[in-house]
C-alpha cells in the first residue's frame, strides 16, 4: 500500500487516540475517494435492467436538467485535471505515486458516467433518481473528511503544499454540493406518458425519491384531514399498476395459464398410456414409471402458483428491504456495548461518545425508513391480492353452471370476497417473519452466546418451554423470564462470572429484539394454516364447472325459424338426473307460443334451458338473435326504477313513455314518492309482487330485443292488469308483435291468442299445436279447458280484438273465427256471447266516444286528473349510511365503559400502573446490581441479588396475568350485554324500518360491529394501556438517570402530539370512508349472483364486471391512502423515538463523569425500546377511535323504536279466542310510515264469523295493507280493528298473531328441512303433517324424496318451484288451522287445476273459520258470501258477488274482463 501511495496507509496514533482524530492521505485518497465509485458501479446493471423495464415517456429537457448535466461534465474535467496534472509532474521528472493516476481516473469515469445516468433517465422518464441521490450523498460525506483535513494541515503548516490540487479539490467539493441539493429537485412529470385525465391524481406517482422515502408526499392529505372531515371527492385516484383493470387481468392470465397447463399434461398422460397398451412393449421398470408418472401428473391447477407469478416479484422486493432492516436491528446492542465501555473507560477521547451516539442515530433512522418501505410492499401486495383474488370470484360467479352454484349458498360465496380474501390482505403484512423470524432468533442467540457463554442455552429452553402458554402472559415477560434464568444460570456456574452493564444491558437488549419473532412466528403459523384453508376454498370455488357457452348455437338455424331444439335432454346438473327429456321444439320467427302445465313439470326449465343454464346431455339447441328474459321472480336492483328498466341501455324518453304505458306502470308512478326515480331498495323491497313483475317486464321490452323468453309474466298481477299487459305486449297486437314470445302462463284466457300451445308433463312435451288442434285432438288438454274454461275463457278474450277505432273490424273477425273454428260445436255459443259482448261495446259508446273496450276505462279511471305534484324528487327510499365524523365523542367510550362496568375498568388501569412499577423496579434493581463492586473476581450477595430480581419479575407476569383475565372478562360481558340488547330490539322493531333499511346494514351491525366489540376492541384497549405506561415509564426512567433529558421532552412531545392529531383525524374518516366503501361491492355481488341468469340472457356480464371493479376501486381508493397514513406515522413517530435514542446517549455521553454504567445502559436500553411502544400507541389511539365506532353504531340500531309488548300481561285474551271469527273494523286508518299518506282511509266493515270474503281492487289500493293492518305489523293512525269483540290494539302482538294464518304472497322457506318449515315448534305429529300434505297436494311430491320430510329446503327454498313453495305455506297454514285465514294471492303461481284442488281444500278444510282472501283470479272467489272492492284505500263496493254484478259497478267491469260477468 505504502508504495501505491507514498505514504502509510493507516496511523492509529493519528485517527483514534487523540482528541482531535484525522485520517491519513493515503486513506483518504484511496478508500474514502473510492467508496461513491464502487456503490455506482455495483449497483449500475441493476438499475439499467429496472430502467430498461419500466419506461414512462420521456422528460423534455429542462433547464434543471442542463445545469445537473452542466455540473457533471465540469466535474469530469476537473478530476481529470488531477490525471493531467499526475501526468505534466512525469514530464517534470517528480514522479508522483500510481495513487495520483488511479483515483483521478476512477472518480473521472464515475462521474461522466453519472452524468450520462443524468441523461438516461430523463429518457425513461424517471424524474427523481435515488439512485443518484445516494451516489452525490456519498460523494460528500466521503469528501467531508479531506476537507477538514485539507483545512487542518494548511492552518497547521502556515502555507500550501501542492496548490493545483488543493483548488481543484474544493471546486470538486462545491461542484458535488451543489449536484446533491440539484438531485433532490424533481423533473416535470413525462411527456408522452399516456394523457392523464385524472381529476385527483396521486402525487406518489410524481413525488422526488426523498419524499417517497418519508412519505412526504401524503403530508397534503393528513393536513386536510386535520383541518375537515375527509370525503370521498378528497381522495386520490388509484395508480393504474393497483387498479382492477390491470391486477385482475394479470391474475386471470396467470390463473387460465395454469389451468391450461395441467389440462395438458393430463392430455399427455392418456396419450402415454394408450401408446403403452398398443406397442405391448411389457418390460417391467417402463410400465411402472407410466404409472408413477400418472399419479404426480394428476394435481389440480394450483390458485397459488398463479398467485405467486402475479404477485411475487413485487413482494420480493419488501423482503429485500426487511432482510436489511433485520440486519441493521443488531447493530444498536453492540453499540450500547461500545457506548458502556466508553462510559467505564474515563481517558477516552470525547468525541467517540458524540460519534456512537451518532451511529445509533444514523442506523436507528435507517432502520425506520427501511422498515417503512418493506410496510409499504407488503401492504400494497395485499391489497392487489384482495382485488386480484375478489375481481377473479366476481368474474367466476358470472359463469358458474348451477349446480356448481347451489353446492355454496349466496352467503358462502360472499364469504370467499369478504373474508377469505381478506385473509390474504392480513397474511401478507408478516409473511416475512417465515423467514426472518428465525434469521432474526439465530442472530440474537449468537450475540447472546459471545456475550454470555453457554448460559444462554438455559434462557433458550425457558422460552422453547413457554411456547405452548402463548398467552398475554408469556406475551409481556417472556424477554424477562429468560433474561431471569440467563443471568441466574450464568452467575451461579462459576463464581468468576461476573455480572456487569455492558453484559446485563446487552443481553437485555437482544432479549428484546428476540421477544417480537418468537411472538410473532406462531401467531404467522396460524395465520398460514388459516389462509391455506381460505385459499383450497378459493380454489374449489374457481375449479367449479363453468357453463358452456356453446351449449346453445346462435350462429346457424334452420331459416325462417328462431328457436329450435333436436332431441334434447337438459338436466341441473351432470349429476341430477335429467329435467327434461327428448324435447323437440321448433319456434318459426315472430311466434307467439305458450308453454303450459302443472306445477313441476318443467316449464321454467325449458326456458332456463333455452338461455343456456341448464347442463345438455344430448341434442342441439339454437337460439337466433338478441334475447330478453323475464324471470318468474322478477330480478330488481338496488338503483332507481328508471335504471331498472333502461339496465343500460341508452336512454330515449319517447321509447321509455311508450313502454311505461304498456306495461302498466304509469299509475304506479304517480304513487311512488320520487316517481320513475324512486329508488328500489334491496330485491325490489318496495314495490309490491305485481309491480316488480311489471318493471321486470319493461326491462325486457325496452331491451327491444328477438327473442322474448316471459317465465310467467302475468301471475303477479291483478287480472284486469294482466290482460291490459297482454293485450298491449305480449299479445298479437301488442308492442311485441313481431317479436318471437315465449310465454310461461297458467291463464288459460290468453290461450287462443297464441299461435302454438306446447304442453309440458313431467319433463316431456305432451301435446303440441294451436289451440284449435288441441281441443280437436282431445287429450288431456282439451278435457282441461273443458273443465275450466266452460266457453266464457273464449268469449272473454275476443273484445281485445276490438282495441281498434272501428267496430267494423268484429265483422271480419267474426268470420275468420268461424273458419278457424267450423266444426266445433263451441262456435255458435261463441258467436252468440260475440254479439252480446259487442252490444255492450257499442251501447256504451255514448260515455266513451273513442270506442274503447270497458277494460281499457278500468284501467285508467282517472285520466282526468292531473297527475300529483311530486314530492321531494331525490328523496330516496334507502337513506345513504352516514358516516360519523369528527371525533368520537367521550359519551360512547363512556357507554363502552359502563358495558364493561365502572368499577373493573378502574381495576384495570390500576393493575398497570402496579406493573409497570414492578418491571422499573425489576430494571432498576438489575442496574443497581451490575454496579455492585467486584471484590477478588467474584461480586457478593449473588444470590440475593437474583431472588429480589426474580420475586419483581413474578410478580409482574401475576400482575400481567390478573389484569389480562379481568380485561377479557370485562370485554365479553360488554360485548354480551351489547348484542343482547340490539338483539332484543331488532326482534321487537316495526316493520317499516326493513323495508327502509337493506338487510346487509342490519347484518353489518350484528357481524362486523358485534365482531369489532367482542374481538378488536379488548386487545386494542390492552395495546393501548400497555404502549401507553411503556412509553411513560421510559421517559420517567431517562429522565431519572439523565435529568438534562427533561429538556428535550417539550419539544419531542409537541412535535409527537402534532403527529399524532394529524393522524388520528386523517385516518379515521379513512377508515369509515372504507367501511361504508366496503358494504356495496358485497351488496353488488349477492345481486349479482341471485340475477345472474337475467344478466347473461341480456348479455350484460361485461358492464356488470366493470361495475364491480369500479366499486372495488371506489374501496381500495380509502384503504390505499390509510396504508400510506400509516407509514407517514411511522417513519414520523419513530423519528421522535429515534431521537430519544440520541439525546438519552448524547446525554449519557455528557454526563458521562458522573454516571455510572449501570445507569446509562438502564437509560439507553429504555430509550431503544420506545420507538416501538411510541408508535403502537398512537396506532391504538387511532385503532380504538375508529373502532369504538362499533359501539355507536350498536347504539344506535338498539334504540330504535319498537313495536308494541309481545305480551301484555293481565290482558291475554282467553284461550280459544277467537271462537267466533268476527272482525270489526270501526273509522280505521293507517299509513305505511311517518311522512307518507294514508293507504287506508276511515275504513268501516263488520264480517261475521265464517264468512269468506274476497278483496280486490288495483295495485295499490290497499288489499296487502288490510291484511297487514290485521296482525298490527301496521298500526293503525286513528280507529281500531275488533276481533271477536276484543280490540286488537290492546293486547299482546304474540297473542294476536298466533291465533291468525296467513299464506304470504311471497312464499316464506327458511333453510332446513321441510318438517322444520311445516312444524317449527314440534307440535304435531308426523300423521297430522302427512294429512296437510295430502290436502295441499304436496304428498306425491315429497313422498318421491328419498329423505321425505327430512327433505333439505335450501336457502329460501330454492331447490322447490315457486308453485310448490306456496303449497308448502299452505300446508303450514292446514296444520295451524286458526279461526281466521288469510289468503294473500296465494295461488298466483300455481297453475288452475292444482289452484281448483287448493281451493276445494280450503272450502272444505276452513269450512267454518273465517277467509279473506285477496284475489287476482276472479273466479277463485265468486262463490264467496262477500266481496269488497278496495280502491285507493277506501270502501268502493262491499256485498255479495251476485248484487255486485247486478249493480254494474266496479267489480262487475273486472269480472266482465275476466270474462265472468
Not at 924 to 953: C, F, K
Not at 1141 to 1157: E, H, M, Q, T, Y
Not at 1392 to 1420: K, P, S, W
Amino acid at each position: 500500500m505504502e508504495t501505491f501511495c507514498g505514504s502509510r496507509f493507516w496511523d492509529s496514533n493519528l485517527s483514534i487516540h487523540t482528541n482531535n482524530p484525522d485520517l491519513t492521505p493515503c486513506f483518504q485518497n484511496t478508500i474514502l475517494a473510492w467508496i461513491p465509485s464502487i456503490y455506482l458501479w455495483s449497483a449500475l446493471p441493476f438499475y439499467l435492467f429496472y430502467l430498461k423495464h419500466n419506461k414512462r415517456g420521456y422528460i423534455v429537457l429542462s433547464v434543471l436538467s442542463r445545469f445537473k448535466t452542466l455540473f457533471g461534465v465540469l466535474l469530469w474535467c476537473v478530476s481529470w485535471a488531477d490525471l493531467f496534472y499526475s501526468f505534466h509532474e512525469l514530464l517534470q521528472n517528480r514522479t508522483p505515486p500510481p495513487v495520483y493516476f488511479v483515483t483521478p481516473l476512477i472518480v473521472g469515469i464515475t462521474v461522466l458516467l453519472a452524468t450520462l445516468l443524468i441523461q438516461y433517465e430523463r429518457l425513461r422518464g424517471v424524474q427523481s433518481s435515488g439512485v443518484l441521490i445516494i451516489f452525490w450523498f456519498l460523494s460528500v460525506l466521503c469528501a467531508v473528511g479531506p476537507f477538514r483535513s485539507k483545512i487542518i494541515t494548511t492552518t497547521a503548516q502556515g502555507h500550501v503544499n501542492e496548490r493545483f490540487r488543493f483548488t481543484t479539490f474544493y471546486m470538486y467539493f462545491a461542484l458535488i454540493i451543489i449536484e446533491l441539493i440539484l438531485s433532490c429537485f424533481k423533473e416535470k412529470p413525462p411527456f408522452f406518458s399516456p394523457v392523464n385525465t385524472d381529476p385527483n391524481p396521486c402525487p406518489e406517482l410524481t413525488s422526488g425519491f426523498l419524499s417517497r422515502l418519508t412519505f412526504w408526499w401524503f403530508t397534503s392529505m393528513a393536513i386536510l384531514g386535520y383541518k375537515r372531515p375527509l370525503e370521498d371527492k378528497d381522495l386520490w385516484s388509484l395508480n393504474e399498476d393497483d387498479t382492477s383493470k390491470i391486477i385482475v387481468q394479470q391474475l386471470s392470465k396467470e390463473w387460465d395459464k395454469e389451468k391450461a397447463e395441467c389440462k395438458q399434461k393430463e392430455d399427455v398422460t392418456y396419450m402415454k398410456k394408450s401408446n403403452h397398451v398398443l406397442n405391448h412393449v411389457g418390460d417391467g421398470p417402463e410400465e411402472a414409471e407410466v404409472l408413477i408418472r400418472d399419479k404426480k401428473h394428476n394435481r389440480k391447477p394450483s390458485f397459488l402458483k398463479a398467485l405467486l407469478r402475479t404477485f411475487g416479484p413485487y413482494f420480493l422486493i419488501g423482503s429485500f428491504f426487511k432482510l436489511i432492516q433485520d440486519l441493521l436491528s443488531f447493530v444498536n446492542p453492540q453499540l450500547l456495548s461500545v457506548l458502556i465501555g466508553f462510559i467505564k473507560n474515563k481517558d477516552a477521547p470525547a468525541w467517540w461518545g458524540f460519534l456512537i451516539a451518532a451511529s445509533m442515530f444514523i442506523c436507528a433512522v435507517l432502520q425506520t425508513l427501511m422498515l417503512h418501505q418493506h410496510f409499504q410492499y407488503c401492504f400494497v401486495t395485499g391489497m392487489r391480492l384482495r382485488t386480484g383474488i375478489t375481481g377473479v370470484i366476481y368474474r367466476k360467479s358470472l359463469v358458474i353452471t348451477n349446480s356448481a352454484k347451489r353446492s355454496s349458498t349466496v352467503g358462502e360465496i360472499v364469504n370467499l370476497m369478504s373474508v377469505d380474501a381478506q385473509r390474504f390482505t392480513d397474511l401478507m403484512t408478516f409473511l416475512n417473519m417465515l423467514w426472518s423470524a428465525p434469521l432474526q432468533i439465530f442472530l440474537a442467540l449468537y450475540f447472546l452466546w459471545q456475550t454470555l457463554g453457554p448460559s444462554v442455552l438455559a434462557g433458550v429452553a425457558v422460552m422453547v418451554l413457554l411456547i405452548p402458554f402463548n398467552s398475554a402472559i408469556a406475551m409481556k415477560t417472556r424477554a424477562f423470564q429468560v433474561a431471569l434464568t440467563t443471568f441466574a444460570v450464568y452467575v451461579s456456574v462459576d463464581e468468576k462470572n461476573i455480572l456487569d452493564a455492558e453484559k446485563a444491558f446487552v443481553s437485555l437488549s437482544l432479549f428484546n429484539i428476540l421477544k417480537f419473532p418468537l411472538n410473532m412466528l406462531p401467531q404467522v403459523i396460524s395465520n398460514i394454516a388459516q389462509t391455506s384453508v381460505s385459499l383450497k376454498r378459493i380454489q374449489q370455488f374457481l375449479s367449479h364447472d363453468e357453463l358452456d357457452p356453446n351449449c346453445v348455437e346462435t350462429k346457424v338455424i334452420a331459416p325462417g325459424n328462431a328457436i329450435s331444439v333436436t332431441n334434447a335432454t337438459f338436466s341441473w346438473g351432470k349429476e341430477l338426473k335429467p329435467s327434461l327429456k327428448d324435447i323437440n321444439l321448433l319456434v318459426p320467427s315472430g311466434a307467439l307460443v305458450a308453454i303450459v302445465g302443472h306445477v313441476g313439470c318443467g316449464k321454467s326449465s325449458l326456458v332456463s334451458a333455452l338461455l343456456g343454464e341448464m347442463e345438455k346431455l344430448e341434442g342441439e339447441v339454437a337460439v337466433k338473435g338478441s334475447v330478453a328474459y323475464v324471470p318468474q321472480q322478477a330480478w330488481i336492483q338496488n338503483a332507481t326504477l328508471k335504471d331498472n328498466i333502461l339496465f343500460g341501455q341508452a336512454p330515449n324518453e319517447q321509447k321509455y313513455q311508450n313502454v311505461l304505458e304498456a306495461c302498466a306502470l304509469k299509475t304506479d308512478l304517480e304513487v311512488l314518492p320520487g316517481g320513475d326515480q324512486t329508488e328500489i331498495g334491496e330485491k325490489g323491497i318496495n314495490l309490491s309482487g305485481g309491480q316488480r313483475q311489471r318493471v321486470s317486464l319493461a326491462r325486457a321490452v325496452y331491451s327491444n330485443s328477438d327473442i322474448y323468453l316471459l317465465d310467467d309474466p302475468l301471475s303477479a298481477v291483478d287480472s284486469h292488469v294482466a290482460k291490459h299487459i297482454f293485450d298491449k305486449v305480449i299479445g298479437p297486437d301488442g308492442v311485441l308483435k313481431g317479436k318471437t314470445r315465449i310465454l310461461v302462463t297458467h291463464g288459460i284466457s290468453f290461450l287462443p291468442q297464441v299461435d302454438h300451445i306446447v304442453v309440458l308433463a313431467d319433463g316431456k312435451i305432451s301435446e303440441m299445436g294451436s289451440y284449435q288442434d288441441l281441443l280437436k285432438q282431445n287429450k288431456a288438454f282439451a278435457e282441461f279447458l273443458r273443465n275450466y274454461a266452460l266457453d266464457e275463457d273464449i268469449e272473454e278474450d275476443e273484445p281485445t280484438m276490438l282495441e281498434e277505432e272501428e267496430v267494423l273490424l268484429a265483422e271480419d273477425t267474426l268470420s275468420i273465427h268461424t273458419d278457424l273454428a267450423d266444426n266445433e260445436p263451441v262456435t255458435n255459443e261463441v258467436r252468440k256471447q260475440f254479439l252480446r259482448q259487442l252490444s255492450v261495446i257499442s251501447s256504451e259508446g255514448g260515455e266513451c266516444p273513442n270506442k274503447m273496450s270497458t277494460k281499457r276505462r278500468v284501467c285508467e279511471k282517472k285520466p282526468a286528473e292531473p297527475p300529483l305534484p311530486r314530492k321531494n324528487l331525490n328523496e330516496k327510499l334507502i337513506q345513504a349510511e352516514t358516516t360519523e365524523t369528527g371525533t368520537v365523542k367521550l359519551a360512547v367510550f363512556w357507554q363502552y365503559v359502563k358495558a364493561v362496568g365502572p368499577v373493573i375498568s378502574l381495576v384495570i388501569c390500576f393493575l398497570y400502573c402496579c406493573q409497570n412499577a414492578a418491571a422499573i423496579g425489576a430494571n432498576v434493581w438489575l442496574s443497581d446490581w451490575t454496579n455492585e463492586p467486584v471484590i477478588n473476581g467474584t461480586q457478593h450477595n449473588t444470590a440475593m441479588r437474583i431472588g429480589v430480581y426474580a420475586a419483581l419479575g413474578l410478580l409482574q407476569g401475576l400482575i400481567v396475568l390478573i389484569c389480562s383475565f379481568t380485561l377479557a372478562m370485562g370485554g365479553i360481558n360488554a360485548a354480551r350485554t351489547l348484542h343482547a340488547a340490539l338483539l332484543e330490539n331488532k326482534f321487537h322493531t316495526p316493520q317499516s324500518f326493513y323495508d327502509t333499511t337493506p338487510t346487509g346494514r342490519i347484518i353489518n351491525r350484528f357481524s362486523k360491529d358485534i365482531y369489532v366489540i367482542d374481538e378488536v376492541i379488548p386487545p386494542t384497549i390492552l395495546m393501548f394501556l400497555g404502549t401507553f405506561f411503556t412509553s411513560l415509564s421510559t421517559m420517567i426512567v431517562i429522565i431519572a438517570s439523565t435529568p438534562l433529558f427533561a429538556v428535550v421532552i417539550v419539544p419531542l412531545a409537541i412535535l409527537y402530539f402534532f403527529v399524532q392529531r394529524f393522524y388520528v383525524a386523517t385516518s379515521r374518516q379513512l377508515k369509515r370512508l372504507e367501511s361504508v366503501s366496503r358494504s356495496p361491492i358485497y351488496s353488488h355481488f349477492s345481486e349479482t349472483v341471485s340475477g345472474a341468469s337475467v344478466i347473461r340472457a341480456y348479455r350484460r356480464v361485461k358492464s356488470f364486471v366493470d361495475i364491480s371493479d369500479l366499486k372495488m376501486d371506489e374501496n381500495q381508493k380509502s384503504y390505499y391512502p390509510g396504508i400510506v397514513s400509516n407509514r407517514w406515522l411511522g417513519v414520523r413517530v419513530e423519528f421522535v423515538g429515534n431521537c430519544i435514542v440520541l439525546f438519552a446517549a448524547l446525554f449519557a455521553v455528557i454526563g458521562k463523569n458522573s454516571l455510572n454504567p449501570g445507569l446509562v445502559g438502564l437509560s439507553v436500553s429504555y430509550a431503544l425500546q420506545v420507538t416501538l411502544s411510541l408508535n403502537w400507541m398512537v396506532r391504538m389511539t387511532s385503532e380504538l377511535e375508529t373502532n369504538i365506532v362499533a359501539v355507536e353504531r350498536i347504539k344506535e340500531y338498539s334504540e330504535t323504536e319498537t313495536e308494541a309488548p309481545w305480551i301484555i300481561e293481565g290482558k291475554s285474551p282467553p284461550e280459544d279466542w277467537p271462537s267466533k271469527g268476527e272482525l270489526e273494523f270501526v273509522n280505521y286508518s293507517v299509513r305505511y310510515r311517518k311522512g307518507l299518506d294514508l293507504v287506508l282511509k276511515g275504513l268501516n266493515l263488520q264480517v261475521q264469523g265464517g264468512e269468506k270474503i274476497g278483496i280486490v281492487g288495483r295495485t295499490g289500493a290497499g288489499k296487502s295493507s288490510m291484511t297487514l293492518c290485521l296482525f298490527r305489523i301496521l298500526e293503525a293512525v286513528k280507529g281500531e280493528i275488533k276481533i271477536d269483540g276484543v280490540k286488537i290494539s290492546e293486547i299482546g302482538l304474540h297473542d294476536l298473531r298466533s291465533r291468525l294464518t296467513i299464506i304470504p304472497q311471497d312464499p316464506v322457506l327458511f333453510s332446513g328441512t321441510l318438517r322444520m318449515n311445516l312444524d317449527p315448534f314440534n307440535k304435531y305429529s308426523d300423521e297430522e303433517i302427512w294429512k296437510a300434505l295430502e290436502l295441499s297436494h304436496l304428498k306425491r311430491f315429497v313422498s318421491s324424496q328419498p329423505s321425505m320430510l327430512d327433505y333439505e329446503c335450501s336457502e329460501g327454498g330454492e331447490n322447490l318451484s315457486v308453485g310448490q313453495r306456496q303449497l308448502v305455506c299452505l300446508a303450514r297454514a292446514l296444520l295451524r288451522k286458526t279461526r281466521i285465514l288469510i289468503l294473500d294471492e296465494a295461488t298466483a303461481a300455481i297453475d288452475l287445476e292444482t289452484d281448483d284442488l287448493i281451493q276445494m281444500t280450503i272450502r272444505t278444510q276452513f269450512e267454518d273459520c273465517t277467509v279473506l282472501t285477496i284475489a287476482h283470479r276472479l273466479n277463485t272467489i265468486m262463490d264467496y258470501t262477500r266481496v269488497l272492492v278496495l280502491d285507493n284505500g277506501t270502501i268502493a263496493e262491499f256485498d255479495t258477488p251476485t248484487s255486485l254484478i247486478a249493480s254494474k259497478g266496479i267489480f262487475y267491469s273486472m269480472a266482465k274482463d275476466a270474462g265472468l260477468a
